[in-house]
């Protein structure tokens, strides 16, 4: 007969506590509070630092973007072995929406082209297009990885599977039931666009992957994607001055804008670039800092809570080593980027703002049409050129 302790059944309790024990392994350091708060911490310097210094944000975004290869590689081997649990692939797999959410910032608003000597036009680095794009495949890859092999994952027996939750908008669901399902619907829908993107840009992936080997493949990324068309744009404008009736028609012959190769931005690169209308620059100024670090702080929470609610380890990484010092290190640099430029700011003294007063004049009558007032038309056409 079973007792009531702690309004806890005792024989309840007793399989809570051997499950624990049985589904305790040794906890692996790489998915550890250390690369935890690192890779926290980069990506909000990353965020921050586009704001207070821009010449040092790409600091900060490489050394996250070192630790988070880290991170996948690290994870891909131990799984690969039987080294890692579940919970642990769960948890790195919601670390990881970090750096996607950074990078797609950061790609945005501080990875510039360079412009090289000698060079007709700005290019981007061919490492920065490699690294943007191998980082997110490991990324889907491993979070599709996880989902699809979730019943069998890690090393633990099935019933530590089965007992795993997952924690998504603080609703606990199972990992082995709706909330593996809704997992690879998501990262389903994510990969898919993502292969889409890369099929789309696959050649400018393979340029980039060349060129850092071959000087020759380097200058590709110079040249447009596609030969120009053989046709030019000519615009007429129509200009009336509504004080003298007077009607300006002017024309120009232009060549349509060329496509060259550039960064294959994300979809969250894209959402991010969706100014609502009527924002115009706040929007781009803030708007997209905002956005970016609430998505990243619910990354965040649903990562801690990730371990915090599923009770199958008391203790479950939260383990601090060398494994886990080294990463926080490496997180020194853009913290002193950041207060550097916070102390340049202080010293540079006030600086002039322009302040602009706007009156309205409401229910006024008979009022004339200013003699400035102006109405513009442009139509553009077409035309084929004939080069024989």
């Not at 994510?190 to 980039?208: E, Y």
């Not at 404008?237 to 009607?247: I, L, P, S, W, Y």
């Not at 916070?342 to 540079?348: C, E, G, K, P, V």
């Amino acid at each position: 007969m079973s007792t009531v302790v702690d309004g806890v059944c005792e024989g309840e309790f007793q399989e809570i506590y051997s499950r624990r024990l049985l589904c305790e392994s040794d906890i692996p350091t790489f998915a550890g509070p250390g690369v935890r708060v690192a890779l926290y911490l980069q990506s909000f310097l990353s965020v921050l630092l586009v704001r207070f210094s821009p010449d040092d944000a790409p600091g900060a975004y490489w050394s996250m973007t070192s630790t988070a290869f880290s991170l996948i590689i690290s994870a891909i081997v131990t799984s690969a072995t039987k080294g890692i649990s579940l919970l642990d692939g769960i948890v790195v797999v919601y670390v990881l929406i970090l750096p996607v959410l950074a990078s797609a910032f950061g790609l945005s608003e501080i990875v510039t082209p360079q412009s090289k000597k000698n060079a007709t036009r700005s290019v981007h680095s061919p490492l920065l297009i490699v690294a943007n794009w191998t980082r997110s495949a490991l990324t889907y890859s491993f979070a599709l990885y996880v989902w699809i092999a979730a019943p069998t994952f890690g090393s633990g027996p099935p019933v530590c599977n089965a007992a795993t939750r997952l924690i998504f908008f603080g609703a606990s669901l199972p990992a082995l039931g709706s909330g593996r399902w809704l997992s690879l619907a998501g990262w389903g829908v994510l990969t898919f666009f993502f292969v889409w993107r890369s099929i789309k840009g696959l050649r400018t992936i393979l340029i980039a992957f060349e060129a850092l080997f071959s000087k020759s493949a380097s200058q590709a990324l110079l040249k447009a994607k596609h030969p120009p068309r053989n046709e030019v744009h000519w615009e007429m404008v129509t200009r009336t001055d509504f004080a003298t009736g007077e009607v300006v028609r002017t024309n120009r012959l232009f060549r349509p804008k060329q496509i060259f190769h550039e960064l294959l931005q994300g979809m969250t690169s894209q959402i991010l670039s969706l100014a609502p209308s009527g924002t115009g620059s706040w929007y781009r100024l803030y708007g997209k800092s905002i956005l970016v670090t609430l998505l990243a702080a619910w990354a965040i929470i649903m990562t801690e809570l990730e371990l915090r609610l599923n009770k199958l380890s008391s203790n479950i990484n939260n383990q601090w080593g060398f494994r886990q010092i080294l990463p926080l290190l490496l997180t020194i640099s853009p913290l002193f980027s950041l207060y550097e430029a916070i102390l340049a700011r202080q010293s540079a003294g006030p600086m002039s703002k322009p302040r602009r007063i706007r009156f309205t004049i409401r229910r006024a009558q008979n009022l004339q049409r200013p003699q400035c007032e102006k109405k513009e038309t442009i139509t553009t056409f077409t035309k084929c050129l004939d080069l024989l």
